[in-house]
């Protein structure tokens, strides 16, 4: 299983960006996925959670309201879109498959996680 994740980069405060994960045609529709995030030092924490269909999210409270985790299974492609960026929303993003149709906050419900994709927030 590969997942390859992007649209990582360096915004102002206030600005949006569209994190991608590239997924297998076999994860897009048979597996939970999750986006995670770990800043320097700190443990990787839990951001967003999507069903195998989409029909069901969940998101950590720190980024709801302005992030919104989607797929789209004829693509292959989970997304994370994010708004009104912040500072302490700057860390290394990763898209993980969950175990079957887990997607929750847990990080043991995640079995194959990509690269990361670096998101730096100025102020």
């Known amino acids: 299983v590969q997942l390859q994740a992007s649209g990582g980069g360096l915004v102002q405060a206030g600005d949006s960006l569209r994190l991608s994960c590239a997924t297998s045609r076999r994860t897009a529709s048979n597996n939970g996925m999750g986006w995670f995030r770990q800043a320097p030092g700190k443990t990787r924490d839990f951001v967003a959670g999507i069903s195998m269909r989409g029909d069901s999210v969940k998101y950590a409270d720190s980024v709801k309201g302005r992030f919104t985790i989607s797929r789209d299974n004829t693509k292959n492609t989970l997304y994370l879109q994010m708004n009104n960026l912040k500072p302490e929303d700057t860390a290394v993003y990763f898209c993980?498959?969950?175990?079957?149709?887990?997607?929750?906050?847990?990080?043991?419900?995640?079995?194959?996680w990509g690269q990361g994709t670096l998101v730096t927030v100025s102020s």
């Open positions: 993980a498959q969950g175990r079957g149709a887990n997607f929750g906050a847990e990080p043991s419900l995640y079995s194959y």
